[in-house]
Each structure stands twice: as C-alpha cells, then as structure tokens.
C-alpha cells in the first residue's frame, strides 16, 4: 500500500500541469493576446477585463497527450447582454481583432479559439470565453454561437465562472485533504484521455470531484492513499448512475446544467463499462501483494506514464508470517 | 470542629419576621419535633407571615450552620393542611435532594436564608392551592405515627387485585405485611433468602380514582379516614373491587374472629405518576374491615410502600426499560467480559447470556467482577449466578463453552447483540466473517485492551454499514497485528511471575472497568439508536509502557494529541475483503 502511494506520487508528478503562473511562457503568450486585443478590438467595441479560468484557475491541468497545450481566459466586457441583441456579434469583434499572423482564430459555440501553429501542427490554444456583466450581479452572462448559427443557437446564457473556481478551490479546508483531491481530478482526466478521449469533458470530471469524492486518509498511518480515495469516488459515480443508466453531473453554479448533456447514449454506455474496469482493476491493485502486477492494472488503466519500477527497485514483500503474539487481553 | 462565634438566639432576633425567641427544654417537646442529629438548643419563636403569626420550634443544631436547622409547627393539631408540611408539622423549607452547598463562613446569612424559605413554604398554601401536598402525599404519610415499611414488589396499575403478602408471624410484627408481591419474586436474588421462611397472606391492590389528602393532624389516621376512601373509587372499579373482596373472604364470612387485612392504595399525583400508601389493619370482628361499620374494633397500622417493581427501580436507577427483551451474549467473562455482564444488567439489559469455558482462579481475583466465592467454579456460571443474586429482574443464561461450540448451535442467531472479550484476535476474525455471511447480520461489539495502561479498545459492528473488525487488522511478514493498537506490534509485553506458563498481560482492573464501559456503551448506542459501526477506544499516559520499554505506534501519538472523543469513524478500509460489499 505504501509503496503504491510513491507510484501514484510519482504518476502525478509527470502528469500534473504546472500552475498558470509558473509557466512564464504560457503566461507571456497570454498577455501578448490581450494586448493584442486591446490595441486592434474596434474603438466602439466596450471594454474588457480578463480572469484565469478553467483547469489552470483551478490547480486541476494535465500535461496534454497532443502536446496542445490550452489556455482558458475568461474576458468580461463592460456591457450586458442588452447591449447586444446577438451575442455573436461581441464574439466576432474579437475574432476580426486578433485574426492575423500564425493564429487561426475560430468562433466555437461557447468561444473564440485562437491556434498557434508551429511546424504544421497546433503547439497550443487559447479559449477566450466572451462574458457580458449583469447589473448588480456577481454571475455574468456568457456569449454563445457560432458566426453561422441559427438564431435559436445564439444567445447568452446565465454563467458563473468565478463561482465555479471557488466552490473546488474552497471545498475543503484542509490543505492535503484539497490536495489529494486535485491529484484525483488529474488521475481521473488522464484516465479519460487513455480510454475514452474526449468525453466525459475534463469539467465534467472535475464537477463529478466536487460531488462525490470524499478524502481518503489512513488515521493509524497517517497517510493519504489515492487509490482508496480513487475506490471510494467511482463506487459513488457509478452508485449515481439513474435507471437510464445515465450520469448526470450537475454544473455545482449557474446554471446548474447537465454537463453531460452533450454526451451520446453509446458513449455514456461505453463510460460506464470503463467505469466498472477501472473500479475492478483498482480494487485489484489495492489487494494485490506484488507491487509489479499491482503497477500493471494501473498502467492499463492510466497509460504508459504510470510508473513499473525497476526490478531492482521492486518492494519484494516478504512471506507474512502465520502467526504473531496477540499483545492484549480482555 | 466548628467554633462558635455567633449567639444563636441573636441570629434569629436579627431577623426582621422573628417577632421573639425563647429557648425550650428538650424534654418539653414531643418526640416527634426531636431533629435526628444532636441538637444543642430548641427555641420557640414567634414569625410573622403576612398578617398571620406562626409558632415555631426550630432547633439548633450541634455542628450549625454545616447542619441547617428543623422546623416545625409548635402545634400542628391546630393548622388546616400547608404544603410541604408533614403529619408532624415538620416544615420542608427546602428540596436536598440535589444536596447542599453550605457557606459555614456566614451563620448568619445561613439561617436568615432558612427562616426566609420557610416563610416562603408557609405562605405558598395561603390561596389553598394544595397540588404540593398532593404531589408530596407520600412524604406526609410517611411521618404519621407508627409508620411500617413494607418492600412492595408488586407493579401497581389501574384495577383493583388481589396480590399476596408475607409476614413474620414468629416476629414481634406478627401478621404486619413485610412484602408485597403478585408474581412469584426469583429465588435467586439475594434478598429472597431474607423472605423464605416467612409466611403468605392476601393482600388488595385498590386504585383510587383521583387524588386524596393524607389524614390531618389533628385526627391522625382512623377507620373513617380509610373506609372513606372507597368514595374515590369510580364505580366500574368500585364492583371489580367488591367482588374481588367478596370471593377471597366469603368462607370466614359471618365468623368473629381476629382478622388482619392488609390494603395497599394508589392515588394519581398532580405530575400523573402514582402516590403508594398502605393501611394495615387488625381486628376482631365478624365482618372484613370495608363491611364492618364499627370502628372500635379495629386497629390501623400505616404502611409506607418501597418500591421495588421492575420499573421503578431502573428508572430510580438510571437504567433503561427499553431494554428488558433485549438478549445480549457476552463471550469471554474474563476480566473485561464480566464488567460487560455487569453494566450491561445495571444498563437495564433483560436477558444475559455469557458464554466462556474457562474456571475461575485466584490470579483472576483482583481484576475481576467474581470474587473468592467463584474460584475454580466455571466462570459463566459463576457470573450467572452472581448477576441473579444481584439483581431481581433479569435473566441470565451461562454456557460453559467455547465461542465455536456456542456458535454451532442455533440460540444465538436469535440474540439482539454480542459482545466479544475474548481477546482471541483469530476467533474474532473468523466470527467477524461469518456473522457478515448472514442474511441478517447480528451487530457485534469485539473489544480488547493493551498492556501497561496505555489503552483500551472497541469496535461495533452492525453488519450493514461500512466498517468491521477484518478493517483493523492487517499482516506484515512477522504475521498479522492491529492497525489501531497503541503499542507497535510482535513486542513482549507479557510478564511472567512463576516461570514458564505463568505469562500474563500486565493490566489492571480500572483498564478492565474501561473497556468494558466503551463496550456497553457502544452495544446500548446500537440497541436503542442503531448506531451503524463505529471504532472507539480510551488511552492512557504512556509512562509505564516507556518504563517497560515499550514502542509506541505513530497511532498512539496522533490519538493522545489529538481526537478528544476517542471516536472514529473512518477507521474502515475501503477495499475490504469482508465489509466493502457496504461502501
């Protein structure tokens, strides 16, 4: 068990995505578009305030399997949604303003998407969520809709980022007990990337954390075992699953939608089976005596990344003795 | 030794009600007014309360003011009814029962305070609102003269019965009842031995209607008094009544003769539960005591009833009646399992099985229930017995046997709860198992403790929720050991006194008491609550373990620092092979 934990440790180290603010690139590349939108957005286009948003806001990133590194900015513009009738209008605004150079800038249903290409390929992206203010409120307006939308698909809808980055940054008090919640979220999502890539969406695991996952700690040793917090969360994910065999996860703020809603039945079906892999193989591995076999069902489960050791450095568990002095009495 | 700085007489002119005081010869006062602890000094004072002025004795006693003084109507022949004043005149200024806390530094504000409250008293029954009396009828009708106690086993309800009663005719008491009962009273319990040789006579239950005022003084109690009473009676009870009473005297009907009739009387109080008061009566005469209508004939004798009917005596002993169909097995009465079958019986618990194979021995003498009277006597039994000589309401069943041979058989299946104290981790393991294995799973408390005072430790186990005893153990390549325990494992920590064989874990009864009182209170938690499972354990100060050379677990210390419940809940392992099934 102990070792398993030195594993999951290590797993976490390489897969983990440093801070936003760590990573100077990232954050030069950042604030070169903002300026960038500053100089080049229409002067009769409102202005704009900006805020980390996404998994970077939330201490939750993973390094990307592509290598396509994104980046979620939220943009607040000083207007409100009665500003502009059609929310793609503020959208395109930003697009027209920042479209040029190696940038591809696309208009997606909930962004705009700005590529930077490198060798042909995507080296990485940023989202700009377009929000509007509302008055007196704390909860924006979020603009959806692409440029050749219907009109139904246009709109702006009742958003709460903000609110969303405090409910999982201030879910628990405890440092390590947030702490082993983070390293689940990332296990979960590298999980996702290897067995069923692209949905469940990273916030909707995220969001499913925040419902359901409990720490977990061992109070004789004194120590935090991922895998049984791991366990104990997808016996409660599955344990959620409703007679239509689906999972529903509930945004935890405005507005409170389905984050799954945009999943196909065969995928839920297909998640679900993975699911119940996933908890047999953990169950496995927690119970597994021979740390080289435990290692394994993991790595099937997370990808190359997770750690084999070394023969050499294998924890060769010896042969438990049949018996030992009792030590108490009654 | 209290010295005396103060006058008392002075004291009491002081007070501005005390309109004078005069001291009084002890010998002049009716035995009745005598206080019970040495008195220095009796005064006669007269106190003023509103218009009216009162005539009080109130002593002074030796060791005042850590004594407070008595009070009493000099002539209570001559007062109506006063609530909490008795047939004596005895004034009740004030309630002990929760006790007194005395400042003997300031006599002065001390019997200030005791005149001040018994004017108070006094003055609560000038509107005639009599519901204090009502409520305290016993306590009045114990002072009235003569005054008999009589042990009453019996249940009182609401209709009339014929109950029986014994009585000690060789005595000086002769036919006055010593015990009532209806149901014979187990001859087990120890205070039967005291009724054996006595002999049995009938004995009615009448259950007045609505609340009755005791005699007054100035009459004291007399055959008009008792016979009256038949008036609050409703008439539906009244018949039931007659008849009880014609068909147990019809065959002595018509023949004078001494006759001893013995009546035990209920009355509802104010705050509804029942007043009990008897009347033992003696006569000669041709006719029971309700048909006879002259009153020379007869002479009374009161009766003041001790309870000691199931349901009093657990409340008035803080147990619970909740409790008394549960069956609860104990196995292992060793030194924490027989503390076990003892709180659980004074807890309420109305049947007890215990189950070990083991003989009582002088090694276990200091840190057991059992005492010298049991040694080489199985303990089970020895423990039955000694639970059903203790108490009068309890069942107690002892199999001499193992934990596996006891679980062969099918008794235990039925059983509310068991409690494991043996102390035999491999047993424990495998019943942990086996009882999970069951449709219908009995919850189960196991319990152990460790050397040197450092701990003890309980877990329940209902079986249904998550958690179970399989969730503190684990094995490392020296065997298997608790995870919870507070000293690390495979350390020597028995102590040997004779050689070879003589190996004991070095704990004392207090550890014992302990743990067995984390047990019963986690059984009763599931029994009354349905507490789900839960890990619960005492700790102690690590000093003797260090002077033994003991290792502490990095359990231990976080436990000792932190957690001031003493109570877990997240003790369980997540993947367990017994209780996962319960995540």
Redesign the interface.
């Known amino acids: 068990m102990s070792k398993l934990q030195t594993h999951f440790d290590q797993f976490h180290d390489t897969i983990k995505l440093g801070n936003f603010d760590e990573n100077q690139n990232l954050r030069d590349k950042r604030d070169l578009l903002l300026e960038d939108l500053k100089k080049k957005i229409p002067e009769n286009a409102p202005s704009f305030t900006h805020f980390n948003q996404g998994s970077y806001a939330m201490h939750t990133g993973v390094q990307p399997k592509d290598g396509n590194y994104d980046i979620d900015v939220g943009l607040i513009f000083k207007c409100t949604r009665e500003d502009y009738d059609d929310p793609v209008k503020l959208k395109q605004m930003v697009k027209d303003a920042l479209n040029y150079g190696n940038r591809t800038v696309k208009i997606m249903q909930p962004c705009v998407t700005v590529e930077y290409i490198k060798n042909g390929n995507v080296d990485y992206h940023v989202d700009l969520a377009i929000y509007a203010e509302r008055t007196n409120e704390s909860i924006l307006d979020l603009a959806r809709g692409k440029e050749n939308s219907d009109a139904q698909y246009r709109e702006w809808e009742i958003s709460d980022p903000k609110g969303l980055i405090d409910c999982i940054q201030n879910k628990y008090d405890s440092k390590e007990d947030k702490a082993q919640m983070r390293r689940c979220i990332r296990y979960l999502k590298r999980w996702r990337d290897h067995k069923l890539p692209g949905k469940p969406f990273s916030i909707a695991l995220t969001c499913a954390i925040y419902h359901w996952f409990q720490p977990?700690?061992d109070?004789?040793?004194?120590q935090y075992?991922d895998i049984?917090a791991l366990?104990?969360f997808v016996?409660e994910m599955k344990r959620n699953f409703n007679y239509n065999e689906w999972l529903t996860i509930r945004l935890p703020v405005e507005p409170y939608s389905d984050l799954n809603s945009r999943m196909t039945k065969k995928q839920m079906q297909r998640f679900k089976e993975k699911l119940e892999d996933f908890e047999e193989a953990l169950?496995n591995a927690?119970?597994e005596d021979d740390e080289d076999k435990a290692c394994k069902y993991l790595k099937k489960q997370f990808g190359n990344e997770f750690p084999i050791p070394e023969k050499k450095d294998l924890y060769k568990k010896?042969?438990?003795?049949?018996?030992?002095?009792?030590?108490?009495?009654? | 030794m209290i010295i005396k700085t103060f006058d008392y007489k002075n004291l009491l002119l002081k007070h501005s009600k005390v309109l004078s005081a005069e001291e009084i010869d002890p010998k002049e006062l009716p035995e009745r007014m005598r206080h019970k602890s040495k008195i220095s000094r009796y005064f006669l004072i007269y106190f003023q309360i509103d218009k009216a002025t009162y005539e009080l004795v109130i002593s002074e006693p030796d060791d005042f003011p850590k004594t407070l003084p008595c009070i009493h109507l000099a002539h209570p022949e001559m007062h109506d009814f006063h609530n909490h004043v008795n047939f004596v005149g005895n004034i009740c200024y004030l309630d002990e029962g929760a006790g007194v806390f005395i400042d003997v530094k300031k006599p002065e504000a001390v019997l200030h305070k005791v005149l001040s409250m018994t004017g108070d008293t006094i003055e609560s029954s000038f509107d005639r609102n009599l519901t204090s009396l009502y409520e305290e009828f016993e306590g009045y009708w114990n002072s009235l003269p003569d005054i008999v106690e009589v042990g009453c086993f019996y249940t009182p309800g609401s209709t009339p019965e014929s109950i029986k009663a014994f009585c000690d005719p060789k005595s000086k008491k002769k036919f006055v009842p010593l015990i009532l009962y209806k149901n014979a009273i187990p001859k087990e319990y120890g205070y039967y031995k005291r009724l054996q040789r006595l002999q049995s006579m009938n004995a009615w239950y009448i259950p007045l209607s609505k609340s009755v005022l005791p005699p007054l003084p100035d009459s004291g109690l007399n055959v008009f008094y008792v016979r009256k009473l038949l008036n609050y009676i409703n008439t539906d009870l009244k018949r039931k009544l007659l008849s009880i009473l014609t068909k147990q005297k019809k065959k002595r009907k018509g023949k004078k003769e001494y006759r001893n009739e013995i009546y035990l009387f209920s009355h509802p109080r104010p705050s509804g539960k029942l007043a009990l008061f008897g009347v033992f009566a003696s006569g000669y005469s041709n006719k029971d005591f309700f048909s006879d209508s002259y009153e020379q004939s007869w002479k009374l004798l009161p009766l003041s009833i001790q309870r000691h009917y199931r349901s009093y005596m657990l409340e008035r002993g803080g147990s619970s009646l909740n409790m008394k169909d549960i069956t609860v097995a104990v196995i292992?009465c060793?030194?924490?399992?027989s503390r076990i079958s003892e709180f659980l019986a004074l807890s309420g618990v109305g049947h007890i099985m215990i189950i070990d194979y083991d003989i009582l021995k002088e090694d276990n003498i200091y840190r057991h229930v059992l005492g010298g009277e049991s040694i080489d006597i199985n303990k089970a039994k020895a423990m039955a017995d000694y639970l059903k000589r203790r108490f009068p309401y309890i069942d107690v069943y002892n199999e001499p046997a193992n934990r596996e041979s006891w679980m062969k058989g099918k008794k235990w299946k039925d059983i509310q709860l068991i409690i494991d104290?043996?102390?035999?981790?491999?047993g424990m393991r495998e019943m942990n198992k086996t009882i999970f294995a069951l449709n219908n799973p009995v919850p189960t408390v196991y319990?152990?403790?460790?050397?040197c005072s450092i701990g003890g430790h309980a877990i329940l186990v209902d079986g249904k929720s998550k958690g179970c005893f399989e969730c503190l153990l684990d094995?490392?390549?020296?065997?298997?050991?608790?995870?919870?325990?507070f000293?690390k494992?495979?350390?020597?920590?028995?102590k040997d006194l004779t050689g070879c064989g003589g190996a004991?874990?070095p704990?004392s009864s207090l550890d014992?008491i302990k743990?067995a009182t984390l047990a019963v209170e986690l059984a009763i938690e599931n029994i009354m609550n349905k507490q789900k499972s839960i890990y619960k354990y005492w700790i102690g100060e690590s000093r003797h373990s260090e002077n033994a050379g003991l290792v502490l677990?990095?359990?231990y210390k976080?436990a000792y620092d932190g957690n001031t419940d003493n109570v877990?809940t997240?003790?369980y392992?997540?993947?367990c092979?017994i209780c996962?099934c319960n995540?």
Not at chain 1, 219 to 222: A, C, E, G, L
Not at chain 2, 334 to 337: E, I, M, N
Not at chain 2, 489 to 494: E, F, L
């Open positions: 977990s700690y109070i004789f040793f004194n075992y049984d366990i104990l016996k169950c927690e119970k010896a042969e438990t003795s049949g018996f030992a002095p009792a030590g108490a009495s009654a | 292992g060793g030194a924490v399992g104290a043996t102390a035999d981790f491999t319990c152990w403790l460790e050397a094995s490392k390549e020296n065997g298997p050991y608790r995870r919870c325990d000293l494992p495979y350390q020597k920590i028995t004991f874990t704990f014992a743990t677990s990095d359990w976080k877990e997240n003790y392992k997540i993947n092979p996962s995540l």
